[in-house]
């Protein structure tokens, strides 16, 4: 029997993505954002408010990359999280990570993550339906380890998912079934 409990703002699993820009000094930032997905195979969508930093850095810039966290890299992801561009200038610095500007859009490709979407600006939504920023895939690059007959292995990933019920980051891995293949059993 199910147990009501108190409804939080999300939907476990959470994808922890990380998504940087340039600042207007040229500096880079980075935040850890949960609340973002695929509108359509070419197109991102973050629910973002135009309080962080980065939004306003994608409304500038007009580009930003959207990467997947992973379990080597968890310390700085989370403190991508708890450290606002707004207050903290050397944010990006203090991780210790690296980056490589994109030659499509003008932001940071973030070398130490595994996966990489480079975007264009869009849109901002900002209407009580909107979903907040809008961007066109323009390339997803990933690194070779991470590719097994040209496709991503996701289990060598160790991509990491967000719990909003506990505050938990998991590891995402273990294959357990066949899309679009294991349900025709009931057909």
């Known amino acids: 029997m199910k147990q009501e409990i108190k409804t939080t703002e999300a939907i476990f699993p959470m994808p922890v993505l990380m998504i940087s820009t340039f600042n207007e000094d040229g500096s880079v930032d980075v935040m850890n954002a949960a ?33 997947i966290a992973d379990v080597k890299h968890i310390v700085e992801a989370d403190y991508f999280g708890i450290a606002s561009g707004n207050t903290e200038k050397e944010k990006f610095a203090k991780s210790g990570m690296t ?47 991470n590719l097994k007959d040209g496709k991503v292995d996701v289990d060598s990933l160790e991509a990491i998912a967000f719990d909003p019920y506990t505050h938990g980051y998991y590891k995402v891995g273990g294959r357990v079934g066949e899309a679009f293949k294991d349900g025709a059993k009931l057909k």
């Open 35 to 67: 609340w973002g997905t695929m509108l359509e195979r070419d197109r991102v969508a973050l629910n973002l408010t135009e309080t962080h930093k980065t939004v306003q850095n994608i409304k500038a810039r007009k580009g930003f990359v959207v990467h």
């Open 99 to 145: 980056y490589t500007k994109s030659d499509l859009v003008d932001a940071p490709v973030i070398n130490e993550f595994p996966i990489a979407m480079e975007c264009e600006f869009i849109e901002y939504q900002s209407d009580d339906t909107g979903l907040g920023v809008i961007g066109k895939v323009l390339r997803t690059s990933v690194e070779e380890a």
